[in-house]
């Protein structure tokens, strides 16, 4: 067709490449480059000639081994093929008016597969592995998928500059698949931020970043795949107290050759030397037929023995029943190198220092500069408290007390006793007591000894003390505290979303979790555990520490189960919790299982312990976070699932997250048991 002045109008050409095997087999999927040669460049060069700018064209091969590009304008080109070794991965052709330009790219049997490094946008060091295979050769490369990928938020077609000018893609073929080097310089970040692309921080470094994509594996056929791994962080210093902090928590523990065994050998075979000269007496003067408290004495006195022995800041290989404490891959795994236990020992003496916590030591700092601890602590009288923190929390008591572990000890004392529960029917009326006979003095030792034991108002002020906590029920009446932790549940909820937040993140490859807002929330509930850290703090949950282990191990008695008829086939963790479920369904409390309070009381001890004596006010680095984060993770997951299971809260979501009192959760779902039992 002619134009108005009368001349034609110049057709485009065509340029059709194929690449093939040595056999002549289409090889698919393989990137080709078509550059356009500037006007004033020569005619063809023996010396590899990169053009200026971004491709004029680009396509991947067919099914074929084919690729061809229409509408070529009149002019010369250089087709490459960056898959082959560079002195023959290009042919530069001439298109003219309709002209029709056929390229052939033929892949050698040994394909040298390239590793490039690069340093201020040049390459340097190439390393190579001959690939002996190159039948039905598949390699993904195509710059714009490969960016699409990664998760480059601009089009490939935005970036400005050519390779060794700011901007680049290598792509090799090789025994294990393609490799595509991608790098960006400053003026190609400057450039693509005018134009309002925002490039991740993760792809780009000063003054050059290079990321290496692995983009298929093995090379020969299949799907091209993307494999990245998980943000690290540097090992902190804190990282040995929250071994000590497992460890000490099981060395105390019931089950597991724990507080029970201990007992045990104590009640049962007297043949335990623990080093307590009251202890040895006791035992010694309690013959085969004892009566009165004698027994009981005896029970209480080893439980007190026992505590003193595994309490404090230390990690042992075997508690004092020849139980494992230590698990050193357990702990490899958790602190994501390998680790013994001399190793964390030595960790652990280090971050003690002077034989303080730091924490302890910048209290005594603050609070009582250019003073010595014999004259501020009475010459010794509290020096232990500072120098060997007891590794026990409060919050341990509270929820198996939620769990309804001393009401069922309760009931079963007024049993004993032949005294009927208030209200018109007893469900305990009926049972005979007949099997708790081997147990007459324990219980009634532990009887006689109810003066001296802690009332359930004076657990319940202290646990408002220390997290604003409160017991609903008729054996809790209000309280009218002086000092209460308002703000902590708040904080601790706050802290545990935020928690399962990071580990969402932290599961995405593609993301890097921040752990700054898990540091900040740590702060927060380490400030407010040490504003409750006052009044009856140590005593109190010492003391309420040795009756629960008491009530726990009596309940645990063979005798116990007998006169309950607890169920055999459901599976408990400790010998104790048949028990109060059963006595739970007799007297009608709520049905939700002792296993998820008693998880929650484990969990939960061993979490508040971690933030109460690690000294978080004094860190300013997300990596103590991060690893705090992951070191607890199966115990803060387990203490949500729990929470969830007593009290209906899912506190990983946003919306149901709040700071209600856990016993207001647990009244309203007793009274809806109860509407539905009706």
């Given at each position: 067709?002619?134009?108005?002045?009368?001349?034609?109008?110049?057709?485009?050409?065509?340029?059709?490449?194929?690449?093939?095997?040595?056999?002549?087999?289409?090889?698919?999927?393989?990137?080709?480059?078509v550059?356009?040669?500037?006007?004033?460049t020569?005619?063809?060069?023996?010396?590899?000639?990169?053009?200026?700018?971004?491709?004029?064209?680009y396509?991947l091969?067919?099914?074929?081994?084919?690729?061809?590009?229409?509408?070529?304008?009149?002019?010369?080109?250089?087709v490459?093929?960056?898959?082959?070794?560079r002195?023959?991965?290009f042919?530069?052709?001439s298109?003219?008016a309709?002209?029709?330009?056929?390229?052939?790219?033929t892949?050698?049997?040994?394909?040298?597969?390239?590793?490039?490094?690069?340093?201020?946008?040049?390459?340097?060091?190439?390393d190579?592995?001959?690939v002996?295979e190159?039948?039905?050769?598949?390699?993904?490369?195509d710059p714009?998928?490969?960016?699409?990928?990664?998760?480059?938020?601009f089009p490939?077609?935005?970036l400005?500059?050519a390779?060794n000018?700011?901007?680049?893609?290598?792509?090799?073929?090789?025994?294990?698949g393609?490799?595509?080097?991608?790098?960006?310089?400053p003026?190609?970040?400057n450039?693509?931020?005018?134009?309002?692309?925002?490039?991740?921080?993760a792809?780009v470094?000063?003054p050059?970043d290079t990321?290496?994509?692995?983009?298929?594996?093995?090379?020969?056929?299949?799907?091209?795949?993307?494999t990245l791994?998980?943000?690290?962080?540097?090992?902190?210093?804190?990282q040995?107290?929250?071994v000590?902090?497992r460890?000490?928590?099981?060395?105390?523990?019931?089950s597991?050759?724990g507080?029970k065994?201990?007992i045990?050998r104590v009640?049962?075979?007297?043949?335990?030397?623990?080093?307590?000269p009251?202890?040895?007496?006791?035992?010694?003067?309690?013959?085969?037929?004892?009566?009165?408290?004698?027994?009981?004495?005896?029970?209480?006195?080893?439980t007190?023995?026992?505590?003193?022995?595994?309490?404090g800041?230390?990690?042992?290989q075997?508690?004092?029943?020849?139980?494992?404490?230590?698990?050193?891959?357990?702990?490899?795994?958790?602190?994501?190198?390998?680790?013994?236990?001399?190793?964390v020992?030595?960790r652990?003496?280090?971050y003690l220092?002077?034989?303080?916590?730091?924490y302890?030591s910048?209290?005594?700092?603050?609070?009582?500069?250019?003073?010595?601890?014999?004259?501020?602590?009475?010459?010794?009288?509290?020096?232990?408290?500072?120098?060997?923190?007891?590794l026990i929390?409060?919050?341990?008591?509270?929820?198996?007390?939620?769990?309804?572990?001393?009401?069922a000890?309760?009931?079963?004392?007024?049993?004993f006793?032949?005294?009927?529960a208030p209200?018109?029917?007893?469900?305990?009326?009926?049972l005979?007591?007949?099997?708790?006979?081997?147990?007459n003095?324990?219980?009634?030792?532990?009887?006689?000894?109810?003066?001296?034991?802690?009332?359930?108002?004076?657990?319940?002020?202290?646990y408002d003390?220390?997290y604003?906590?409160?017991?609903y029920?008729?054996?809790?009446?209000?309280?009218r505290?002086?000092?209460s932790?308002?703000?902590?549940?708040?904080?601790?909820?706050?802290l545990?979303?935020?928690?399962?937040?990071f580990?969402?993140?932290?599961n995405?490859?593609?993301?890097?979790?921040?752990?700054?807002?898990?540091?900040?929330?740590?702060?927060?509930?380490?400030l407010l555990?040490?504003?409750?850290?006052?009044n009856q703090?140590g005593?109190?949950?010492?003391?309420a520490?040795?009756?629960?282990?008491?009530?726990?191990?009596?309940?645990?008695r063979?005798?116990?189960?007998?006169f309950?008829?607890?169920?055999?086939?459901?599976p408990?963790?400790?010998?104790?919790m048949?028990?109060?479920d059963t006595?739970?369904?007799?007297?009608?409390?709520?049905?939700?299982?002792?296993?998820?309070?008693?998880d929650?009381a484990v969990y939960?001890?061993?979490?508040?312990?971690s933030?109460?004596?690690?000294?978080?006010?004094?860190?300013n680095?997300?990596?103590?976070?991060?690893?705090?984060?992951?070191?607890?993770?199966?115990?803060?997951?387990?203490?949500?699932h729990?929470?969830?299971?007593?009290t209906?809260v899912?506190?990983?979501?946003?919306?149901?997250l709040?700071?209600t009192?856990p016993?207001?959760?647990l009244?309203?779902?007793?009274?809806?048991?109860q509407?539905?039992?009706r």
């Open positions: 067709m002619d134009n108005p002045q009368g001349s034609k109008v110049p057709r485009p050409g065509q340029i059709n490449v194929c690449v093939k095997d040595p056999d002549g087999a289409p090889i698919q999927k393989v990137l080709i480059l550059y356009r040669v500037p006007e004033h020569g005619k063809a060069s023996g010396k590899w000639q990169h053009p200026e700018g971004l491709p004029a064209f396509d091969t067919g099914s074929d081994g084919c690729v061809t590009f229409l509408n070529v304008e009149e002019a010369d080109y250089v490459e093929c960056p898959n082959i070794p002195g023959t991965s042919e530069r052709v298109v003219m309709g002209s029709v330009e056929d390229v052939l790219f892949l050698d049997a040994k394909l040298e597969y390239h590793k490039t490094t690069i340093s201020e946008g040049k390459e340097s060091g190439s190579h592995a001959i002996n190159t039948s039905g050769l598949e390699i993904t490369s714009k998928e490969l960016i699409d990928s990664v998760g480059f938020p490939y077609t935005a400005p500059t390779r000018k700011g901007f680049g893609i290598h792509t090799k073929a090789g025994l294990y393609a490799t595509a080097t991608i790098y960006f310089k003026p190609v970040v450039a693509l931020t005018q134009a309002g692309y925002k490039i991740p921080s792809f470094q000063k050059i990321l290496v994509v692995q983009t298929g594996g093995p090379a020969l056929s299949g799907q091209v795949g993307v791994q998980r943000s690290g962080s540097n090992p902190t210093r804190d040995a107290l929250w000590a902090i460890n000490r928590t099981k060395a105390i523990g019931f597991g050759s507080y065994d201990f045990d009640l049962c075979k007297q043949d335990l030397n623990p080093g307590s009251l202890l040895n007496r006791q035992i010694q003067e309690l013959g085969n037929q004892v009566y009165g408290v004698g027994a009981y004495e005896l029970l209480k006195t080893a007190e023995v026992f505590l003193l022995l595994e309490c800041v230390a990690i042992n075997t508690g004092v029943e020849g139980s494992t404490l230590f698990d050193p891959d357990d702990e490899s795994a958790r602190l994501g190198h390998s680790v013994s236990l001399d190793e020992t030595q652990l003496t280090d220092g002077q034989g303080r916590l730091p302890i910048r209290i005594i700092r603050t609070a009582f500069p250019g003073e010595g601890l014999g004259r501020i602590f009475c010459d010794g009288v509290l020096t232990s408290r500072v120098e060997d923190s007891c929390e409060l919050i341990w008591n509270y929820w198996h007390e939620e769990g309804m572990l001393v009401q000890m309760n009931a079963i004392s007024r049993r006793q032949n005294i009927r209200g018109a029917r007893d469900p305990l009326a009926h005979e007591i007949d099997p708790l006979r081997p147990l003095n324990l219980l009634w030792g532990y009887i006689q000894d109810e003066q001296n034991l802690l009332t359930v108002r004076r657990r319940a002020y202290e003390h220390h604003g906590l409160s017991l029920g008729k054996a809790a009446p209000p309280i505290p002086a000092d932790r308002s703000k902590f549940l708040e904080a601790f909820h706050n545990l979303h935020l928690t399962s937040v580990y969402k993140e932290d995405d490859t593609t993301v890097i979790a921040d752990g700054f807002p898990l540091l900040n929330a740590l702060k927060e509930v380490h555990l040490a504003q409750g850290a006052h703090f005593d109190l949950p010492w003391t520490r040795r009756e629960m282990l008491i009530q726990q191990w009596l309940l645990a063979p005798e116990m189960r007998d309950l008829q607890s169920r055999a086939m459901v408990y963790k400790e010998a104790w048949p028990q109060v006595m739970k369904t007799l007297q009608g409390w709520t049905d939700v299982t002792i296993t998820h309070f008693r929650l939960g001890e061993q979490i508040l312990l933030v109460r004596y690690g000294d978080w006010i004094d860190v680095n997300e990596d103590s976070a991060k690893n705090w984060a992951r070191y607890w993770r199966p115990e803060v997951q387990a203490y949500l729990a929470y969830r299971a007593c209906g899912d506190l990983t979501n946003a919306d149901t709040d700071s009192i016993a207001a959760h009244q309203k779902r007793l009274v809806a048991q509407q539905r039992v």
